[in-house]
Each structure stands twice: as C-alpha cells, then as structure tokens.
C-alpha cells in the first residue's frame, strides 16, 4: 500500500518561513520524481517545485528564490523548505510521486494546510 503522509504545514506570519516533509512508504522511491503542488481556495491545483531522482529540480515562478525542494532517498523523504512566506503562499499543500516508466504511476498525499497572514 502506498503512502504519502505530508507534515509541516501550519499558520505563519508574512515573511516567515515553514518547512514541509512528505514521507513516503510502498514505492521504490528512489526511482520516483517527486513534487509539491498546492490548491488554493477557487482556483486550480498547480505544481510548486519537484525534484528528479537524479536530484534536477523545476520550480513556479512564483517561488523561485525562496522555496528549495530536496529529497532525502535513504529515508525515502522530499521536503519544501519555504522563506519569505507571502499571503498568496496560502494553500493547501500536496506531496505528489511519480513514475515515468513503461507503467507509469502517480501518488498524491492527503494535503498539509499553509496559511500565511498576520
């Protein structure tokens, strides 16, 4: 059975900083590129950052120069470190796994909640 089990969300004032963790269990996760997406209240689910397993990352726009992905294969863990937190960072925040081969599979986690205001 596969889990994705996210931690670290929470409620932080503007400017400050969250560190997410997703663990993951029942993959090779090694093998696994691995993402964070987030949903904001009306609007569509969008990807933040993900990682390779060969460690390249991608990363929105929005974020670039304040959030860094990272993945931590021996404890099969991808973590979202995020700075300078602003009030549109609010959003529900996914871990999401998957697997570009011949099969491929795709794993989301059940969501860890940010919410940034003052």
């Known amino acids: 059975q596969v889990q994705l089990v996210e931690s670290g969300g929470g409620l932080v004032q503007p400017g400050g900083s969250l560190r997410l963790s997703c663990a993951a269990s029942?993959?090779?996760?090694?093998?696994?590129?691995m993402g964070w997406y987030r949903q904001a209240p009306g609007k569509q689910r969008e990807l933040v950052a993900a990682i390779t397993n060969g460690g390249s990352t991608n990363y929105a726009d929005s974020v670039k120069g304040r959030f860094t992905i990272s993945r931590d294969n021996a404890k099969n863990t991808v973590y979202l470190q995020m700075n300078t937190l602003k009030p549109e960072d609010t959003a529900l925040y996914y871990c999401?796994?998957?697997?570009?081969?011949?099969?491929?599979?795709?794993?989301w986690g059940q969501g860890t909640q940010v919410t940034v205001s003052s």
């Open positions: 029942g993959i090779i996760f090694s093998i696994y590129v």
């Open positions: 999401n796994a998957h697997y570009y081969g011949l099969n491929p599979r795709d794993y």
